[in-house]
């Protein structure tokens, strides 16, 4: 009896296997869940030529299209910010309904939609009339928006994170750059603070500190404030047309700091005033009547002095391209020179050697040399003094002399000891810059190696 049930138990079970596989292969195969509808569905993006937006603030700003860029025409004309304003027209033409809620509004109070927060209108070239997208309410799970286009009343559902695109004032559809001038063309800067004035100037490639001193000057830093300058933002507009009174109230009558920027013959200036608040300062392009606010960091920027501009390479060469290095310690000379690997060897890792030319000619040992010429053409100043009395310079600890780019350029540094502190200077170059003092005793500990 016990196998009778057994044997019923499991015809049981494969008569719904075999039911399983029959349908399962037999069912009408899923189309997929149907593409949603967009609620401009033939909308060519690039076509749009004119936009008019009413942000939930209140305040309405009509943009055109000009050549590749897009122009603020009213309130007031403007540049608008071209990035914010392709992020609405592209979400114009992409933009999805997830949910029709009724095809056939008669009360558009429920959806906000009577008196909708936000209207985005467009016209491209082929439009008699502006189209509009309507936007209200958040839905009751906060997920979407209450919209409908114009002159319809089916209302349906777009998703929430579109209100970041739509919602947009004036001001954030304008373009906030404060200064605007060619990079390229930038020549001289004249930085005022504090009573003080730093002047650099940019001679061939190379910039240069030209006052309080005449210095070489680090590239990536002057460059750098170059760069701040050309991103600086407006956070917001204080005063359109101020009166002296005004640039009083805002500290601009007499600024704080100043930045030059001087571009062959034209000049674009910027001035900072008083302090906003705790994050701003006031401040206006001195071409344009308008006063703004900024970051308040900007104004550190401009109070550095001529010893932050400085370029701290205590060398200009690079390990790869000297040629002949000579050392001069306690009276003795020491000179290497690079012999350039043979190009007709045939041998696959030929390489560059260098070889003690004087005293007792001899190969010198690649690992070392290459050690030293990287540790001195990585060597710093990690600060500056205005004098060289009292750094040993006069009774030198070591002198280098470095030829390179095949011989075309030279370069000569001395060293000098005060106590427990290393100081070095070059040619031409008023003070001396002071150096980590491990970096120079492993630089000593390697030429005396190589000198053996």
């Not at 390489?351 to 070392?368: E, L």
Request: no cysteine; aromatic share 6%.
């Amino acid at each position: 009896m016990r196998g009778l049930r057994s044997t019923i138990a499991l015809i049981v079970v494969l008569a719904g296997l075999g039911a399983y596989i029959y349908f399962t292969r037999n069912k009408p195969v899923d189309e997929g869940t149907p593409k949603q509808e967009k609620v401009f569905a033939s909308l060519q993006t690039d076509k749009i030529e004119s936009l008019k937006i009413k942000a939930e603030k209140g305040d309405t700003t009509t943009l055109t299209k000009s050549g590749a860029g897009w122009q603020i025409t009213e309130p007031a004309p403007a540049k608008a910010d071209d990035g914010e304003v392709s992020g609405i027209t592209s979400s114009l033409g992409s933009v999805d309904i997830t949910r029709t809620i009724d095809d056939n509004a008669s009360n558009l109070k429920d959806y906000g939609l009577a008196d909708p927060r936000i209207d985005v209108a467009f016209k491209s070239a082929a439009d008699k009339d502006y189209r509009h997208l309507l936007i209200g309410d958040k839905s009751p799970t906060g997920a979407d928006l209450f919209a409908m286009r114009g002159g319809e009343k089916k209302v349906f559902l777009i998703p929430a994170a579109q209100e970041q695109t739509f919602n947009k004032g004036t001001f954030d559809l304008r373009d906030k750059t404060l200064v605007k001038f060619d990079r390229d063309k930038v020549d001289g800067i004249d930085l005022t603070a504090g009573g003080k004035t730093l002047a650099l100037a940019k001679e061939g490639g190379d910039w240069k500190v030209t006052k309080p001193l005449q210095v070489p000057a680090d590239f990536g830093t002057v460059e750098g404030l170059i760069g701040r300058l050309q991103s600086l933002q407006m956070k917001s507009i204080v005063k359109s047309d101020p009166t002296p009174a005004d640039l009083k109230t805002y500290g601009l009558d007499k600024p704080s700091e100043t930045a030059t920027l001087n571009l062959g013959s034209a000049r674009a200036t910027l001035e900072l005033g008083g302090k906003a608040d705790d994050t701003s300062i006031y401040a206006r392009d001195t071409s344009k009547p308008v006063v703004v606010t900024v970051e308040n960091t900007l104004a550190d920027e401009l109070k550095k002095g001529a010893d932050e501009y400085r370029r701290k390479d205590i060398f200009e060469f690079r390990a790869y391209n000297a040629n002949r290095i000579e050392f001069t310690r306690n009276g003795q000379t020491v000179a290497f020179e690079k012999a350039k690997a043979d190009a007709n060897s045939g041998a696959k890792d030929a390489t560059d050697t260098w070889r003690r030319v004087s005293p007792k000619p001899a190969d010198a040992n690649k690992d070392t040399m290459d050690g030293l010429l990287s540790r001195l053409s990585n060597m710093r100043a990690t600060s500056f003094v205005e004098s060289t009395a009292n750094t040993g310079l006069d009774k030198p600890e070591l002198t280098v002399a470095v030829k390179f780019d095949d011989g075309k350029k030279e370069e000569h540094v001395t060293f000098g000891r005060s106590g427990n502190d290393i100081y070095a200077s070059r040619p031409g170059e008023p003070g001396a810059a002071k150096i980590d003092p491990t970096e120079f005793s492993e630089a000593i500990k390697a030429i005396d190696e190589l000198s053996k």
